[in-house]
T-cell receptor, first 116, second 112 residues
């Protein structure tokens, strides 16, 4: 596709449920990022992949959060035992990679998670 | 102290005037600096990048960087109603890591 695609766009979960959010980056983009954006706040870094390697997961808020990109393309962010504080928009972004280092991240439209 | 700080606004500017958005950052080792624009309900998009001290102009936009003062700004000349959005300052401070740290954003409203 032409841009970063995320699914689902909207997800309502009951507290304690597990959720999986999918990101399909721009074809050929080496780097992939997950950010969490709460209402009225800037995006907060969660994790970063270069191809299939997870180079930085320092932003994952707890061990309930897990991300993978097994074939270096599509990525999944999984949240186990969801809590109300997990309610946010989860943004995926991709970039050409460090060798270009333009800092231009291309963001998807986000997955809005609401935990009841 | 947050790594990247911005005044959350809202900032209201008359159409045709200059909008000035400011950002400070805490890590002196920061390498590169970016301004992203985010319309309500949409995802962020890059509008300016700057890597060295001084000014960088692109159309109606000018980014200014002062590493000694740890300060980045964005000027929007001849402001248009379509410029109404939240402007996010982002900083890369990890050599070899593309991670960007974002500020909370400044909400800008251009008044016709």
């Amino acid at each position: 596709g032409a841009g970063v695609s995320q699914s689902p766009r909207y997800k309502v979960a009951k507290r304690g449920q597990d959720v999986a959010l999918r990101c399909d980056p721009i074809s050929g983009h080496v780097s992939l990022f997950w950010y969490q954006q709460a209402l009225g706040q800037g995006p907060e870094f969660l994790t970063y992949f270069q191809n299939e390697a997870q180079l930085d997961k320092s932003g994952l808020p707890s061990d309930r959060f897990f991300a993978e990109r097994p074939e270096g393309s599509v990525s999944t962010l999984k949240i186990q035992r969801t809590q109300q504080e997990d309610s946010a928009v989860y943004l995926c972004a991709s970039s050409l990679g460090h060798s270009t280092n333009t800092g231009e991240l291309f963001f998807g439209e986000g997955s809005r998670l609401t935990v009841l | 102290q947050k790594e990247v700080e911005q005044n959350s606004g809202p900032l209201s500017v008359p159409e045709g005037a200059i909008a000035s958005l400011n950002c400070t950052y805490s890590d002196r080792g920061s390498q590169s600096f970016f301004w992203y624009r985010q319309y309500s309900g949409k995802s962020p998009e890059l509008i300016m990048s700057i890597y060295s001290n001084g000014d960088k102009e692109d159309g109606r936009f000018t980014a200014q960087l002062n590493k000694a003062s740890q300060y980045v700004s964005l000027l929007i000349r001849d402001s248009q109603p379509s410029d109404s959005a939240t402007y996010l300052c982002a900083v890369n401070n990890s050599f070899g890591n593309e991670k960007l740290t974002f500020g909370t954003g400044t909400r800008l409203t251009i008044i016709p």
